[in-house]
């Protein structure tokens, strides 16, 4: 319960919420004022946990379920 709260739990949040509507438009502003962060801070904190910035962490978990996609679905490119 405690670490819900602290960094990981607000950078863990913003995580859920990049998986969940990925296919929806993302900025980085608007996941560091969700999860109570200034943009420079939330940043820091992203690529200190997931070792990626957050737009290149968004883009990677979207080229991620376009494969899925892809595979479930028998499509090439």
Known sequence: ?????GQFGKIG?????IHATYAHPLDVSQLASDAGMSVPTF????????QTSPMQ?????RLHQAR??????GITA
């Open 1 to 5: 319960a405690l670490a819900m709260q």
């Open 13 to 17: 949040k913003a995580l859920r919420r």
């Open 43 to 50: 940043h820091s904190h992203f690529k200190a946990i997931t």
């Open 57 to 61: 962490y968004v883009k990677s978990a």
């Open 68 to 73: 899925l996609l892809m595979l479930r679905q």
